[in-house]
């Protein structure tokens, strides 16, 4: 196991990279664009507004859908947003293929597991507790965990700083330029999958490796050792 030698944590992005979390918040977000009176979107749409939270998915949904929303209409309809989501955060969310038995793997080695993620922390507890997962992880920072948030290279490291594990012995799982920059950031090497939710394709990303499915991840660890 080379990735041993080299790495003691991984840590990683949520939404689009652990789980398929897109039905869903489609589901939240057209619920509170129908109680603002605005059309749906579709959920290709969606896997390019998540990502940088909840607000700013709400505000191109928004956008999208009618006229640019003001602060106060963003506000108003974010509480509506994140009720819904509440109640139904595992509709039909699932672990992507592969992913469980690459974290029981990596585990089984003596790997810290962490989630540094910018949905909000209450909400990715909650996720992973009705996944039944959330035993996998020794952390879970969201994005109002902290004064900052990804792409900061301050959330990266807090993550690290609460499994005890230093810069130069983690690598970054992610699926968009938000994880990788905030990796960079922090000096960490980062693998990017490829079915996740980015805005810009991976592939024009400077990632040290990428992945199309779990099944790949230990071996691309193994390359970067």
């Known amino acids: 196991m080379p990735y041993r030698k080299r790495f003691d944590a991984v ?10 979390t897109a039905p869903d918040l489609c589901s939240a977000l057209n619920h509170t664009l129908g109680q603002a009176g605005r059309d749906g979107v579709q959920l290709d749409q969606v896997r390019h507004m998540i990502g940088d939270g909840a607000r700013t ?20 309809w974010f509480h509506v947003l994140l009720d819904y989501y509440w109640d139904h955060v ?40 009705k996944l039944a997962i959330d035993h996998h992880f020794g952390a879970v920072l969201g994005g109002d965990s902290l004064a900052v948030r990804k792409p900061d290279a ?4 807090g993550t690290l700083d609460a499994i ?7 690598v970054m799982i992610g699926d968009s330029a938000n994880d990788l920059n905030a990796a960079r950031n922090a000096g960490i090497p980062v693998v990017l999958v ?12 400077d990632a040290n490796a990428l992945i199309d499915h779990f099944d790949q991840l230990l071996p691309a660890l193994s390359s970067l050792a």
């Open 194 to 205: 490829t079915f996740g939710y980015t805005t810009v394709p991976v592939q024009e990303l």
């Open 164 to 170: 005890g594990v230093a810069p130069d012995r983690a």
């Open 57 to 76: 998915m709400l505000r191109l949904g928004l956008e999208a859908t009618g006229q640019e929303p003001s602060d106060e209409e963003i506000e108003k």
């Open 90 to 129: 595992a509709d039909e969310s699932f672990v992507f293929p592969g992913a469980l038995v690459a974290l029981e793997t990596m585990a089984a080695a003596g790997l810290k597991l962490a989630v540094c993620t910018n949905k909000p922390v209450a909400m990715s507890n909650r996720l992973f507790e």
């Open 11 to 20: 840590l990683f992005d949520l939404d689009g990279t652990l789980i398929e």
């Open 154 to 157: 301050g959330h990266i490291l």
